[in-house]
């Protein structure tokens, strides 16, 4: 992957954060985890003056500050829902760029993708599980911090060359429906919410 060198510092940046800023945090249980997310997520809702909805807007228009809470208790703001043309599962090949602003008190990293020379992220619709596990095995890469089944939720709402921002939790406690969770694998080890203030999917076919 062809990162510049800025770029490559906040990775390293983020994996210096994971081994020294976690230590003597793991004694925690899950429910103070949860706790401090909900404060990290309620905070950041409170600071930027985010609506939440109780539903999807019956015309798919999003204010700007308006996010719907989805079943997954993902959180999902829509600024563009792409050209009408909707992924495939286990058929459509994703591209996706992504930029994020850690919100919790142990995370206050922000990070993008979307800079020229960047490669973008790429997992087939549908698979994630597998995308994810891949990406885990690299925590030096993009994918380790972004690819979840959270972010590809959006896809069930949206379509080609869409724009969205997501909230994301590191875990939404359905294990019968997440088996793997709900977060990325950087957020499975430092149990961090997730906020991602800009994505956006690009498709191809095999």
Do not use: H
């Amino acid at each position: 992957m062809k990162l510049k060198i800025g770029v490559l510092i906040i990775i390293f940046g983020v994996a210096f954060g994971m081994i020294f800023g976690s230590c003597g945090r793991k004694v925690k249980s899950f429910k103070q985890w949860k706790k401090e997310e909900k404060e990290a997520i309620d905070a950041l809702i409170a600071k930027e003056g985010f609506e939440i909805l109780n539903k999807y807007p019956a015309n798919g228009v999003f204010g700007d500050k308006q996010f719907v809470k989805l079943d997954n208790e993902c959180y999902l703001n829509v600024i563009d829902s792409g050209n009408g043309n909707r992924a495939d599962s286990l058929k459509t090949i994703v591209l996706m760029r992504c930029s994020y602003v850690g919100i919790s008190k142990y995370d206050t990293f922000t990070y993008s993708i979307f800079p020229n020379g960047n490669e973008p992220l790429e997992f087939i619709y549908g698979n994630m599980n597998e995308a994810k596990y891949r990406a885990s095995q690299n925590a030096y890469g993009s994918g380790y911090i972004f690819l979840s089944p959270g972010v590809e939720s959006a896809l069930r709402y949206v379509g080609e060359n869409a724009v969205v921002r997501m909230i994301i939790p590191f875990d939404n406690g359905q294990e019968s429906k997440y088996p793997y969770g709900i977060g990325s694998a950087y957020q499975d080890n430092e149990r961090i919410p997730m906020y991602l203030d800009k994505v956006r999917f690009i498709f191809d076919k095999y």
